[in-house]
């Protein structure tokens, strides 16, 4: 018998505190997974700041840094420059990311800063209670959009790839999901191209996941998926903004 | 001993580089603008990494990164951009990280102006950011100063695994003067950092983290953090004493203001006063035990500062009260003249009379 | 005919989510009716000599509740 799925090296073996069906557990494995493949070639940083996630250096088990809410960019700024051959990522939630971190994020990527950052988008604020997030979409009811997201009132949703692309810094960046399995394995695929794209010190590399909050979207795990797949692939549409190569938007 | 005439900032700047810092990140602000620009040619040379960063918090972050990977790191501004910091240096508190953090004082609040002030005393010595954390606070009066200072400072933060801070000002960063290149650069033997987030192979994981959600956790971290400033505080009050052996009228300043007011403590003596300076380098922690020493024999105080009294507290605190404390200062930028100093003075031992 | 799977079903650990039995290809996961430690009604599996392996289940779970084993040459 072959073991075909276990335990990453690259986690403890801490069991999660997400909620029941919350895909940030599929996404730390992946990267674990990922990092488990790197093998000699990655002493690795893992950098989390507040958000959900803020407890992933229990998970990790890797020298992990857990910094302030949005700041994780300049953060990793700091231990690669110090650090230049270790594998450093940021794992980092929309609100983290796009609101109160955007102007760190941004710069990271103008300056090509070569770490990787895993930014998991749920299009809400997990750990506050569920609040309006700068990804929340039109209509979507939040605690602080409890009417539904009106855009005269708090603006449109962000879209993080598509705003990155714009810009030459950046040498990677990719938009996945995690609402399927066939889903899970081209996330896969992207984490393991943004890595390698550090590895090979090609830049800066972004990999957007679109990740489920049940609890607080107030759906079940499984309706979850499906109205990530429905109501946010139109919004985010998957695939790869920028390659090394040129060769955009190409299938993972 | 070798001889520099230097400017205020640049004698910080090249004091980071011979306390073997070769990281700096941060945000143009005036008047500490000459550090970023020194460093920014200045660490490539010796390869380093300079980095103008997005934002004083930026700045602060990246700071955060690199102490957390064991290499010595510092971050400069002033006043406002202080303020922006200080999430960041709470975070740095909180985490155990040693960084170096200089404020060239500016007048406040809000934009303020950018001339010489003192205004930021509370922010730099009770806090400015959040939670039950101490920053170590050395006061330069001079470039040479700022030049030792900087070594200690390095040196401090590492000891103590502690954000300190550099306090300086408008003045002092601006005005050149020679500086005395010490042969000695500080410790020989700094202390190993196994903490030191670095990519773990061979030993077991290292994390830099300031949460703690079970409350006990979280107050037995911060019972070791109080340990560990009440050691500093036992070792480190650092002062300089001037015509303290008997002096009735004791003036305590620091910074720019120590200056003026050893200049009118000597005028003063010219007219037969008995006026003495002692002058705080540490802020924190506060050189208490030098202060109930030097005031032994006066019979009043006077403290003067760039701002509407805010060192006065601590004094007042030294000496318990048990002494008529009295206060001088200038506000918004502007430099109190030996001269006004002096009219104080004056004004002060008539009463005493 | 499709190759053996084995399934060593973290129960303690389970939260019950139901992602791997809605996906499993075969459908041969259930809910078990007794709480676990945690409080959850946890995975698990009902008919044995279906399993093929294919892993799907512990691609989706969020918490590596399932180790899958696959027999070789199948
Ligand atoms: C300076 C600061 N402001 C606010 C917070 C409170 N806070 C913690 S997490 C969070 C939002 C996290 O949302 P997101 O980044 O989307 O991650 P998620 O929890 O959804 O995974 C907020 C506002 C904080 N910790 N620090
Ligand atoms: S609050 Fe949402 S994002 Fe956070 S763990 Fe629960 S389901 Fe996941």
Redesign the interface.
């Known amino acids: 018998m072959k073991v075909i799925a276990k335990r990453p090296e690259s986690l403890t073996q801490q069991a999660f505190h997400y909620c029941p069906g919350c895909t940030h557990g599929i996404i730390h494995r992946l990267v674990a997974e990922v990092i488990d493949e790197l093998g000699e070639g990655g002493p690795a940083v893992g950098i989390a700041p507040v958000g959900c996630s803020v407890l992933a250096y229990e998970y990790f088990n890797l020298d992990m840094i857990q910094a302030s809410h949005g700041r994780a960019p300049a953060v990793a700024t700091g231990v690669k420059r110090a650090l230049p051959d270790c594998i450093v990522f940021t794992y980092q939630g929309d609100g983290d990311l796009a609101a109160i971190g955007l102007s760190e994020i941004v710069h990271a990527a103008l300056r090509g800063e070569n770490f990787t950052v895993i930014f998991v988008n749920n299009a809400i604020y997990g750990m506050t209670g569920g609040q309006i997030a700068p990804t929340t979409l039109p209509g979507q009811k939040t605690t602080t959009s409890p009417l539904g997201r009106d855009t005269v009132l708090s603006g449109n949703p962000i879209k993080v790839c598509e705003l990155l692309a714009t810009q030459e810094g950046p040498a990677y960046l990719s938009r996945v999901s995690v609402h399927s399995p066939a889903q899970v394995r081209r996330a896969r695929k992207a984490i393991q191209k943004a890595f390698e794209v550090q590895r090979k010190k090609q830049g800066f590399s972004l990999v957007e996941i679109l990740s489920t909050c049940p609890t607080n979207w107030g759906l079940d795990p499984l309706k979850s998926l499906e109205w990530l797949e429905k109501e946010m692939l139109p919004r985010y549409p998957l695939g790869e903004f920028r390659t090394p190569g040129g060769e955009e938007n190409g299938s993972l | 001993m070798k001889t520099r005439l230097m400017k205020g900032n640049e004698a910080v700047g090249e004091a980071a580089v011979s306390a073997g810092c070769r990281h700096y990140y941060g945000y143009p602000i005036t008047p500490q603008n000459e550090i970023p620009e020194y460093l920014s040619y200045r660490m490539p040379e010796v390869g380093g990494v300079f980095i103008q960063s997005e934002s004083e918090i930026a700045a602060i972050n990246m700071v955060y990164g690199t102490s957390s990977t064991g290499a010595r790191v510092m971050t400069s501004s002033s006043s406002p951009g202080i303020s922006l910091k200080a999430e960041g240096i709470s975070y740095l508190a909180g985490s155990e990280l040693p960084a170096v953090i200089v404020n060239m004082m500016r007048g406040g609040p809000g934009l303020g102006g950018i001339q010489p002030a003192q205004g930021d005393y509370f922010q730099a010595v009770k806090g400015g950011g959040h939670g039950d954390y101490r920053v170590i606070v050395l006061a330069a009066a001079s470039v040479q100063e700022l030049y030792t200072f900087t070594l200690l400072a390095f040196d401090l933060a590492d000891r103590y695994r502690n954000p300190v801070m550099l306090l300086g000002d408008g003045l002092l960063g601006q005005m050149m003067e020679e500086v005395e290149i010490p042969q000695d650069l500080g410790d020989d033997n700094p202390p190993g950092k196994p903490w030191a987030v670095t990519g773990c192979r061979g030993r077991g994981r290292n994390i830099i983290n300031s949460l703690y959600l079970d409350p006990h956790k979280l107050e037995a971290h911060n019972r070791k953090l109080q340990e560990k400033y009440k050691g500093i505080m036992e070792r480190e009050q650092r002062f300089q004493e001037h015509h303290t052996e008997d002096c009735e009228l004791l003036l305590v300043a620091y910074g720019t203001a120590a200056r003026v007011s050893r200049g009118a403590v000597d005028e003063a003596r010219a007219l037969g006063i008995k006026a003495g300076l002692f002058r705080p380098q540490t802020l924190w922690p506060f050189p208490n035990r030098g202060l109930k020493e030097a005031a032994r024999r006066a019979r009043a105080l006077l403290v003067v500062e760039m701002s509407s009294g805010q060192m006065v507290e601590d004094v007042n605190l030294g000496v318990q009260c048990r002494l008529p404390v009295h206060f001088y200062g200038r506000m918004g930028g502007i430099v109190p003249s030996a001269g006004e100093v002096l009219e104080e003075i004056k004004r002060i031992e008539g009463g005493l009379a | 005919m499709a190759g053996k799977g084995?399934l060593t079903i973290a129960r303690d650990?389970c939260?019950?989510?139901?992602?791997c039995i809605?996906?499993c290809p075969k459908g041969i996961l259930k809910e078990f009716l007794e709480l676990n430690r945690l409080g959850?009604r946890p995975v698990s599996l009902e008919e044995e000599g279906e399993c093929t392996?294919c892993?799907?289940c512990?691609?989706?779970?969020?918490?590596?509740v399932?180790?899958?084993?696959?027999?070789?040459g199948a």
Not at chain 3, 15 to 19: D, H, P, R, S, V
Not at chain 3, 58 to 64: I, Q, V, W
């Open positions: 084995k650990r939260k019950g989510c139901g992602l809605h996906f959850y392996g892993g799907i512990a691609l989706m779970c969020p918490d590596m399932i180790q899958v084993e696959r027999g070789e």
